[in-house]
C-alpha cells in the first residue's frame, strides 16, 4: 500500500546546498508522521528530521539543526529535505520513513524507502 521514493542525492560539494525530494505513494490517515534518516558506511541508521501531515510539527537532530529543513506539501504528497551547509560528515545514504510518531529509533517506524545517496566531497 504505503511506497516511499526518494529523489535528489548526488555528489556535491563541501558547503553546497541539496534538496532531497520523497513522494509518498498510498498514504493513508495511519501514517502521520513523515522523516528522513541517514546511514553511512559502518554506522548505524541514525535519525536526521521528521515532520507531521497536520501542523507540520518538525524535530531535528542536534547534528544537523539550523543546517537542514523538513517541509512537506499534503496535497502533493511530497516531503523535502532541504540541506544547507553540507559536511563530508553528511555523506550517507538518506532514506524517507513513514510512521504514527515522531521518533529517534528507525524500528519504530512502518515504512522505507530504498534511499538515495548523497556525497559531500571536499
Known amino acids: 500500500q504505503m511506497q516511499l521514493e526518494e529523489s535528489g542525492g548526488r555528489l556535491v560539494q563541501a558547503g553546497a546546498s541539496l534538496r532531497l525530494s520523497c513522494l509518498a505513494s498510498g498514504r493513508t490517515l495511519n501514517e502521520a508522521a513523515m522523516g528522513w534518516f541517514r546511514q553511512a558506511p559502518g554506522k548505524e541508521r541514525e535519525f536526521v528530521a521528521a515532520i507531521r501531515w497536520i501542523g507540520g510539527r518538525t524535530l531535528y537532530a542536534g547534528s544537523v539543526e539550523g543546517r537542514f529543513t523538513i517541509s512537506r506539501d499534503n496535497a502533493k504528497n511530497t516531503v523535502w529535505l532541504q540541506m544547507n551547509s553540507l559536511e563530508v560528515e553528511d555523506t550517507a545514504v538518506y532514506y524517507c520513513?513513514?510512521?504514527?510518531?515522531?521518533?529517534?529509533?528507525?524500528?519504530?517506524?512502518?515504512?522505507w524507502g530504498q534511499g538515495t545517496q548523497v556525497t559531500v566531497s571536499s
Open positions: 520513513a513513514a510512521g504514527s510518531y515522531m521518533k529517534f529509533n528507525p524500528a519504530s517506524w512502518d515504512f
